[in-house]
DNA sequence: CCTTGTTAGTTACAAAAACAACTATTAGCA
DNA sequence: TGCTAATAGTTGTTTTTGTAACTAACAAGG
């Protein structure tokens, strides 16, 4: 039987990968939830628009592909607390520029410097050399496309 | 400013972690879910339990870290499509076994063969020296306990 | 025994996600 | 122009998940 020997399941790639960003977010998610009040997506939306500014939902959307419904949930939640600013796009009127209040800008600095010393204290027991191998990795797992049917 | 130089949140490991786990796995999702009608959290218990053989539901949920609530639900619906069988335990009539039946067995087998096929075909770019490195990182962001508060 | 506490698993209810259908606006083109 | 198609974003409905409360069985000490 042609079969590779032992491959177990636990350390089937996208298992892997879940498993580990589950656990290693776990403490981190206690922080923009309970602290901060925030769900999942809007953390990430929050955090896109702090790190790469003023842009559209769909945008948002494409780069962290989320959903646009989420998205869309998740923007008008950021906006009931003036966390966000909308502004309807004069070129375009279906579409709306999301920017940052200054509240906002706040609350992403804070939660970016958490993240930051978050991630550090994550690699800490990852030799340097190894950090860059894991990254690369991951980014490329990022866009891994198969079969495309 | 003692801020730490170009962190990008995008590098961030939780969420590279998270994006890397559902695009690369989004594609063999399809399979378990469109090809066999099964639930993420079934998959795992099927797996788990073609994996390592017969054991209870609480043990399952140590194993892969799975809420018992998410357990019960799979587990009855396994049982509903005959795919296990459970018996409960004489010693301890809480608890009760869970075992695949022949035809839970089969469809094990030949979702974990795809699997195997996935996992080579994902890790197909990346250079044989780095994927040790890769699962070796995984495996301990797995089990990453930060601060215990 | 009988109380108290713990554990295995289920169920009920609330929160969040997935999916589909919708409105409003724009674009292409006959 | 006026028709069709496409796009941005929203809303409604159904699944799935998360949380908490529950039942049943055991365990340990009085």
């Not at 089937?12 to 997506?41: C, H, M, V, W």
């Not at 419904?69 to 998740?74: L, P, Q, Y």
Request: net charge positive; glycine share 4%; aromatic share 8%.
């Amino acid at each position: 039987m042609p079969q590779m020997p032992d491959f177990c399941l636990t350390d089937f790639l996208p298992y892997l990968l879940n498993r580990a960003a589950e656990e290693s977010g776990a403490e981190f998610a206690r922080i923009y939830k309970d602290q901060y009040g925030l769900l999942r997506t809007e953390w990430r939306v929050l955090f896109h628009l702090g790190e790469f500014g003023t842009m559209t939902a769909t945008e948002i959307g494409q780069r962290a592909r989320i959903h646009k419904t989420k998205i869309s949930r998740a923007v008008a939640s950021l906006q009931k607390r003036r966390l966000l600013m909308r502004t309807r796009m004069e070129r375009d009127r279906r579409q709306e520029c999301l920017t940052l209040t200054r509240t906002g800008t706040k609350m992403f600095e804070e939660l970016a410097q958490a993240a930051q010393h978050y991630n550090t204290a994550l690699l800490a027991d990852i030799p340097a050399n190894e950090r860059a191998v894991l990254t690369g990795c991951l980014h490329r797992l990022q866009t891994a496309r198969l079969a495309p049917k």
